[in-house]
């Protein structure tokens, strides 16, 4: 029989494991840790063994190297590989809220900055800002985008849950896009969290950012605006913490 431990300190933390395969065939994807293990039967002399595993860094993983070890248990026998590193880099695009921003109101304004840094030279890129429930919940403040500091109003993407900002060209090593935008949270908002993310497309590779959440955490309404003597109306107020 044999079992191998493949251990890699701040996996369970930084990574997810995408899908495993073990000589070619799929087996149930574990879930990440620092030590993964795996196990089989008995082994014919000089039969091999493949097991191929894929991670991917979450987004909100930590700027580190890592070092993965692995070692197999023959008949009670440990055997060691040499170690392996892989090197989580600095992300090329960003987004932030402005000041730290977390939490808004509605008739609050919240202001968003995105920035891509080109950390080698690209052919071509894009770039799709996400926010699920913005169109519900926000509206533009006009003259607020900006892209390198100029006025883009003629290149305001089509308002939506996500808004794409198509490259005009390619970008150099050290190139910096840099996009401002401004949202209102709209008096009729639900009060809620919404996580808004933004993606870099470079040259084909998706790259997204950590999500920068914003809260609306009260809002009040009221089933009628008139009524006569006698009549009753009804307020529903709503509220969530968006602090930790």
Do not use: C, H
Not at 73 to 88: C, E
Not at 113 to 137: E, L
């Amino acid at each position: 029989s044999w079992s191998l431990a493949d251990v890699m300190t701040g996996r369970g933390t930084n990574f997810d494991v995408v899908s495993v395969t073990v000589d070619g065939s799929a087996i149930t994807t574990p879930t990440s840790a620092d030590t993964l293990t795996f196990t089989g039967g008995a082994l014919a002399k000089d039969q091999k063994v493949q097991i191929v595993y894929v991670l991917r860094a979450k987004t909100t993983a930590t700027e580190a190297t890592y070092t993965n070890t692995a070692s197999v248990t023959l008949d009670g026998t440990p055997y060691s590989a040499p170690p392996v590193n892989v090197t989580i880099g600095q992300d090329p695009i960003t987004k932030v809220a402005d000041g730290g921003q977390s939490m808004v109101t509605p008739g609050q304004n919240v202001s968003y900055t995105v920035t891509v840094t080109a950390d080698k030279a690209y052919t071509a890129y894009s770039i799709a800002d996400v926010m699920t429930g913005r169109n519900a919940n926000f509206t533009w403040v006009a003259g607020t985008m900006s892209i390198n500091g100029a006025a883009a109003t003629t290149v305001n993407p089509t308002f939506g849950d996500t808004l794409n900002f198509a490259g005009t060209g390619s970008l150099a090593k050290g190139d910096v896009v840099v996009i401002k935008y401004t949202l209102q949270a709209k008096a009729t908002a639900a009060a809620g969290k919404y996580s808004n993310t933004a993606t870099a497309t470079l040259d084909g590779r998706d790259i997204p950012t950590k999500p920068v959440d914003v809260t609306i955490p009260i809002t009040k309404a009221a089933d009628k605006t008139a009524l006569l003597k006698g009549e009753t109306v009804t307020y529903t107020l709503n509220f969530e913490n968006g602090t930790g």
